[in-house]
């Protein structure tokens, strides 16, 4: 199964912009590495920090990333539709080159400045997400990466995320990496999470899709996970 990883990032929207690249997540590597050993090794990884940071310094007004703190322009695309938020999320897709795959990983890893920032890139995950929707219907789609956050400020943002937008099939709150290996494995299937599946889970339904938390994370830093067995 081809797992896609995106990774939306702000970093056109920041004053040195134009200086050294941000520095890159070491949770990104690492948890494609862990997939890889439990048997996923074809992994395609999209990221804003190089083609759509590259795509602004060529033609800078094409990319309004601006748009997205614009909470009622966002809802009414959600629910409907808006075009210009169709337009900036359709070039942003193009601009990453998107390919189909079976699964798409949303990453909110890289917003991790005030709460209108991570506010602007949760309605950007989103957008994203319904338009791949749109393209892949047949795709399953889970979002992640949310930090600094207690485990109720955690999932209730998660909530929030699936509340605001059907196309996400999970939201997974704090460490990712157990919780990601199970839906890659159902996904492989074509099937749902079972009730053996979330043992050692928080779970919760929301709209009709579902909200993940390891247990464990919940309570503390579990610390490196790449040298642990496989679940």
Not at 29 to 54: E, K, S, T
Not at 110 to 133: P, Q, S, T, W, Y
Request: net charge positive.
């Amino acid at each position: 199964m081809k797992i896609a990883s995106i990774y939306p990032s702000p970093a056109v929207l920041k004053h040195d912009w134009y200086r050294d690249l941000p520095y890159q997540k070491v949770g990104v590597p690492n948890l494609a590495g862990y997939l890889q050993r439990a048997g996923f090794p074809d992994i395609v990884q999209y990221d804003f920090n190089n083609q759509v940071r590259a795509e602004y310094e060529k033609r800078p007004h094409s990319v309004k990333l601006l748009l997205y703190d614009d909470a009622a322009a966002v809802g009414r695309f959600l629910r409907s539709d808006e075009p210009a938020i169709r337009r900036q999320t359709e070039f942003l897709l193009d601009t990453l080159g998107v390919k189909s795959a079976g699964l798409f990983g949303l990453s909110l890893s890289h917003f991790i400045g005030d709460e209108r920032e991570i506010k602007l890139g949760a309605n950007l995950a989103k957008c994203l997400a319904k338009v791949l929707r749109e393209r892949f219907p047949e795709a399953v789609i889970a979002l992640g990466g949310l930090q600094n956050m207690s485990t109720a400020a955690l999932r209730s943002d998660c909530r929030a995320l699936l509340r605001g937008c059907p196309a996400l099939d999970y939201a997974v709150a704090g460490e990712a990496h157990k919780a990601l290996l199970r839906i890659c494995r159902a996904a492989e299937k074509g099937e749902a999470l079972t009730k053996r599946d979330l043992e050692g889970f928080y779970s919760e339904k929301v709209n009709g899709n579902l909200l993940l938390q390891e247990l464990e994370t919940a309570k503390g830093d579990p610390g490196p996970r790449y040298f642990r067995p496989l679940p």
